[in-house]
């Protein structure tokens, strides 16, 4: 899209300095337009062909090879140090590092120069990397698309847990929310507002559980449709922390974290109107867009750096690949033939797997082409997991994340012409306060996020000041910044644990799971982006015993005394009439068949009996 360049005034009342360019370079010009853009009208640009006579002092072969910024009183920067002090206005950083840090100048003018006797090569790759459009990106329908699949997400995680809510947390749950909370009081006093926060201080009944899942449920549809977002998205922060705070075993995933710490960025980054539209809003923060990029490199560079520190084997010698797919917690039925995939692809897509999230994370803070690569690979990856394994909401957040990387100017060209941004003159501007708000808390979650889990992943020990971990204890509680890193260690089998009733201690009837593997010949299904709570925790508990899991103890104890919120969580209930008398559980092994085993037989899945997990247990 072409504009036209606007000089601006040279009368001798103007105290601006002018930027004096070599009008007959693209590459210049390119760039020129890009710096109008964010200086605006506090620098005035013109081209030396039209200006050169008017400054004597400069001859027109100084002009051919540099930029000069020219003040009112005649003195000027030229190169690499005119750049920086035309910018100031918007990025101090660079020209504080060129007069403060050790070889920086010497480094900036060289690099200019270098550019400077190269113009066709850099203007080629300039065109390449930023694409032929001269405007600097805006983010507008960018920020509408991802809080409309954030509203998704926040929508799906409160349905799917309100839907096993009371058999987990409930009154007569798994592990009743109220024993947490009461423990807790007992503990702490009155600092337990802070240590734990959440909405179930005031009521924590089954009743109140269920109407935090639903009102989210209603808020988010809010969301979606764009209505009142950064006050929506301050409330449904607000429940899901409350949730997760008393969900104890249930709610300790990651992507229960990302989305706690997403939601809470996405509130600075939405509107504050009540009924924002696309041609009045102000635009987002660069900062929270930083942050946003931060979150999603640490989500995914972490998950790579484990796998490596974890000293693993099956990661390092890339056959980690062999075992996912079966051993993974709910895998799906395309997961079964990936997994019937010969050893030489999967172990070059365990090299896959370490650049996406080792490399690729890099680029997300690249430009233009680099970044929109980045986010089309990683959008890629989460899709490829996605249709392999059943990962709740944290593959569609992730995407989410991603879309952030695409700016206004990418999403144009998919978009109708009426959702189309115009006017920009008529946005409205950031209120100063949200701008210092904003600042302080980026600069504060960007620190934390900095020092607490990317500078541990290459130094050990780090110790930091006490002020420093008084403050993040302080916040630890509300999940603002959160540690990321999925698959450290590969499982290379599959313990499934089953539970089994019985009237007599003789005849043993098995309560069957809805989604995790029971019968032989049932599929893997897919079930994301709904969470099956229970059997995720079911797959965790085989992994170690009884005594680590507590929990499971008393899920069974509930399975005896018939509770029926428990009860819901299962696909069936052997004893409809009355609660078993006695009751056991079991580890058997599983896994995969082949092509030809599963032509023959129909089967998906092949098990072993392997060990009692629990004693034969009853009510006193």
């Known amino acids: 899209m072409k504009k036209t360049l606007c000089g601006g005034s040279l009368n001798s009342n103007d105290n601006r300095p002018v930027l004096v360019y070599d009008g007959a370079c693209g590459f210049c010009t390119f760039w020129v337009y890009r710096w109008q853009d964010i200086t605006g009208d506090k620098v005035i640009y013109q081209p030396s062909q039209e200006v050169a006579s008017q400054y004597p002092q400069i001859t027109p072969e100084k002009f051919d090879s540099a930029i000069y910024l020219i003040y009112p009183d005649g003195s000027y920067d030229s190169g690499a140090k005119g750049v920086y002090k035309a910018l100031v206005t918007i990025h101090k950083l660079p020209l504080w590092a060129y007069d403060k840090v050790p070889g920086f100048a010497s480094l900036s003018e060289w690099a200019y120069r270098l550019v400077a006797e190269n113009r066709n090569f850099f203007s080629l790759l300039t065109r390449w990397v930023w694409g032929s459009s001269v405007e600097r990106p805006t983010w507008f329908l960018t920020r509408r698309l991802f809080l409309t699949l954030l509203g998704l997400v926040y929508l799906v995680a409160f349905n799917s847990l309100g839907s096993q809510v009371e058999g987990l947390i409930g009154k007569e749950g798994i592990l009743p929310a109220q024993n947490l909370l009461n423990e807790v009081k007992m503990q702490m006093g009155a600092e337990r507002f802070w240590k734990l926060p959440t909405l179930f201080w005031l009521e924590v009944g089954d009743g109140m559980l269920q109407f935090v899942c639903l009102a989210g449920a209603a808020l988010s549809l809010l ?201 920009k003159e008529t946005r409205s501007r950031i209120p100063g306060w949200k701008k210092w708000l904003v600042k302080g808390v980026g600069q504060g979650v960007l620190a934390i996020s900095i020092l607490l889990y990317i500078i541990p992943l290459f130094v050990s020990p780090v110790s930091y000041p006490s002020a420093f971990i008084s403050t993040v204890n302080s916040i630890r509680p509300f999940h603002i910044v959160n540690r990321y890193g999925l698959f450290a260690v590969m499982t290379t089998s599959r313990p499934e644990i089953s539970i089994q009733g019985s009237d007599d201690g003789k005849t043993w009837k098995e309560y069957k799971f809805k989604w995790k593997p029971g019968d032989l010949d049932q599929a893997p299904a897919f079930v994301a982006p709904h969470q099956p709570r229970l059997d995720w925790q079911m797959w965790f508990a085989a992994l170690s015993n009884y005594e680590r899991n507590p929990w499971l103890i008393q899920f069974m104890i509930r399975l005896l005394q018939g509770a029926s919120p428990v009860l819901a969580l299962l696909e069936n209930n052997p004893f409809p009439d009355r609660p078993p008398k006695y009751i056991q559980a079991g580890v058997n092994d599983y896994w995969f068949t082949d092509m030809e085993t599963r032509k023959k037989t129909g089967n998906w899945w092949q098990k072993e009996y392997k060990a009692p997990y629990t004693p034969v247990l009853q009510l006193p």
């Open 223 to 423: 969301l979606v449709l764009g209505i009142a977002p950064a006050f929506i998205l301050l409330i449904l922060w607000l429940f899901y922390l409350s949730l997760f705070n008393v969900g104890q075993q249930f709610l300790g995933f990651q992507w229960d974290t990302l989305l706690l710490e997403t939601g809470f960025l996405a509130i600075f980054l939405a509107p504050l109107k009540w009924r924002p539209r696309l041609a009045t809003e102000p635009p987002p923060s660069p900062i929270v867009l930083l942050l946003f990029r931060f979150l999603l490199f640490r989500v995914m560079f972490t998950s790579g750096w484990v796998k490596l520190a974890s000293g693993d084997t099956t990661w390092r010698d890339f056959s980690a690949l062999l075992y996912h797919y079966e051993t993974q917690p709910l895998p799906t039925w395309i997961g079964w033939y990936a997994h019937q995939l010969p050893q030489w692809f999967q172990e070059y897509s365990v090299m896959g797997v370490f650049i996406i999230q080792l490399v690729i994370p890099f680029f997300i803070f690249g430009p233009g082409r680099i970044r929109y690569a980045a986010s089309t690979l990683l959008i890629f990856f989460q899709v490829l997991i996605l249709l392999t394994g059943n990962y709740c909401f944290f593959n569609i957040l992730t995407i989410a994340l991603c879309v952030l990387l695409l700016d206004d100017g990418v999403l144009k060209k998919c978009i109708p012409q009426k959702w189309r941004i115009e006017n």
